[in-house]
């Protein structure tokens, strides 16, 4: 019965998993990239990523978008939103850098200690969201900020209206503007991030300290910013993913980022944790599987779907789909 239902919403199921999947790569490019250079698990990363949400809410109130909003001012407010969620993940990111990693990367720490440090500044910034109302009150902010800091530990959604058309019909099923809209803008920003990495001379020198540090600050590539662009990028594309998730699930909170970075990492692993290809194809099979599987097992076996996927593809190639690290990547 369950199989006869995946065969007759196929396509609905694929599409969907399609569109979640890209969201789980464009995360994922964080970090792989991160652990590419540094070898090191950004395990904060999902909070840059929750931090991105927020901002495409607030940056929607910012101009006055709501559910009356259509057409050709819609796409406008998304796109200032998306961009300024990209800034403030971007920023959040680079902080991240600042405060939680290169003071112990100068003094030489071991990987461990930076991991427990990423543990530590994700339930930091979390909490951080969580407690925005308290910190405001606390500062005597709170009539100032309104519903900015209002029901910090509740979901918030978005104030657009979210009733999207359908452009074409594949075997019944009608893919709207917006399954195009996030899958294309996920494909062609990775693509970017890509291209970047791979022909500019900033893009060289990010390959080179993920390759051999030392010899890269010996021909004078300065590490620390390397590092920093690195985690710039995660976060800007991080900042990319959280706009394109508001617009799929429409609601965030101030710990949403957890499950969801737990997801683009087992995709970062699935595809081969420090290839930029591999993430793309990471998160587009994890999506498509956890889909699928959602519809053969039920919903509520979904998140278990994935990350069996995981083991069994790395029990035959613990390497992941592509394996090849970004140190080795061929311009």
Same mark, same amino acid.
């Given at each position: 019965?369950?199989?006869?239902?995946?065969?007759?919403?196929? +396509?609905?199921?694929?599409?969907?998993?399609? %569109?979640?999947?890209?969201?789980?790569?464009?995360?994922?490019?964080?970090?792989?990239?991160?652990?590419?250079?540094?070898?090191?698990?950004?395990?904060?990363?999902?909070? %840059?990523?929750?931090? $991105?949400?927020?901002?495409? %809410?607030?940056?929607?109130?910012?101009?006055?978008?709501? =559910?009356?909003?259509?057409?050709? =001012?819609?796409?406008?407010?998304? =796109?200032? #939103?998306?961009?300024i969620a990209m800034i403030t993940s971007g920023g959040v990111a680079l902080l991240l850098e600042r405060v939680a990693y290169r003071p112990l990367l100068n003094r030489g720490a071991p990987r461990l200690i930076a991991l427990i440090s990423a543990i530590g500044a994700s339930f930091v910034l979390s909490e951080l969201m969580g407690l925005r109302g308290a910190l405001a009150s606390a500062l005597g902010v709170d009539d100032?900020?309104?519903?900015?800091?209002?029901?910090?530990?509740?979901?918030?959604?978005?104030?657009?209206?979210?009733?999207?058309? *359908?452009?074409?019909?594949?075997? $019944?099923?009608?893919?709207?503007?917006?399954?195009?809209?996030? *899958?294309?803008?996920?494909?062609?920003?990775?693509?970017?991030?890509?291209?970047?990495?791979?022909?500019?001379?900033?893009?060289?020198?990010?390959?080179?300290? #993920?390759?051999?540090?030392?010899? /890269?600050?010996?021909?004078?590539?300065?590490?620390?910013?390397? &590092?920093?662009?690195?985690?710039? &990028?995660?976060?800007?594309?991080?900042? /990319?993913?959280?706009?394109?998730?508001?617009?799929?699930?429409?609601?965030?909170?101030?710990?949403?980022?957890?499950?969801?970075? %737990?997801?683009?990492?087992?995709?970062? *692993?699935?595809?081969? &944790?420090?290839?930029?290809?591999?993430?793309?194809?990471?998160?587009?099979?994890? $999506? +498509? =599987?956890?889909?699928?599987?959602?519809?053969?097992?039920?919903?509520?076996?979904?998140?278990? +779907?994935?990350?069996?996927?995981?083991?069994?593809?790395?029990?035959?190639?613990?390497?992941?789909?592509?394996?090849?690290?970004?140190?080795?990547?061929?311009?």
């Amino acid at each position: 019965m369950a199989f006869q239902y995946v065969l007759d919403q196929f +396509v609905s199921l694929f599409v969907g998993g399609l %569109v979640f999947g890209s969201v789980y790569a464009l995360i994922a490019l964080g970090y792989t990239m991160v652990y590419g250079v540094l070898q090191l698990i950004n395990f904060a990363h999902s909070e %840059v990523f929750m931090f $991105g949400t927020f901002a495409t %809410v607030w940056a929607l109130w910012l101009v006055g978008a709501d =559910a009356t909003t259509a057409g050709v =001012a819609l796409v406008a407010s998304l =796109a200032v #939103a998306m961009l300024i969620a990209m800034i403030t993940s971007g920023g959040v990111a680079l902080l991240l850098e600042r405060v939680a990693y290169r003071p112990l990367l100068n003094r030489g720490a071991p990987r461990l200690i930076a991991l427990i440090s990423a543990i530590g500044a994700s339930f930091v910034l979390s909490e951080l969201m969580g407690l925005r109302g308290a910190l405001a009150s606390a500062l005597g902010v709170d009539d100032v900020l309104g519903r900015y800091v209002a029901r910090s530990r509740e979901n918030l959604g978005l104030p657009t209206d979210r009733t999207f058309t *359908v452009q074409f019909e594949v075997l $019944g099923y009608g893919v709207t503007n917006k399954d195009i809209i996030i *899958v294309l803008a996920a494909l062609l920003m990775m693509i970017a991030a890509d291209q970047f990495i791979r022909r500019t001379r900033l893009g060289r020198g990010i390959r080179a300290v #993920a390759q051999d540090p030392e010899s /890269a600050s010996l021909m004078g590539v300065n590490s620390t910013r390397v &590092i920093q662009l690195t985690f710039l &990028i995660g976060g800007l594309l991080a900042g /990319a993913a959280a706009t394109l998730y508001m617009l799929q699930v429409g609601l965030t909170r101030y710990n949403a980022g957890f499950l969801l970075g %737990v997801k683009a990492f087992t995709a970062a *692993v699935l595809g081969g &944790i420090g290839n930029l290809r591999g993430a793309l194809v990471g998160g587009l099979v994890l $999506g +498509v =599987a956890e889909s699928l599987g959602s519809g053969l097992f039920g919903s509520e076996w979904r998140h278990v +779907v994935a990350f069996v996927l995981l083991v069994v593809i790395l029990l035959f190639r613990p390497t992941g789909l592509l394996g090849e690290s970004l140190g080795k990547a061929r311009a």
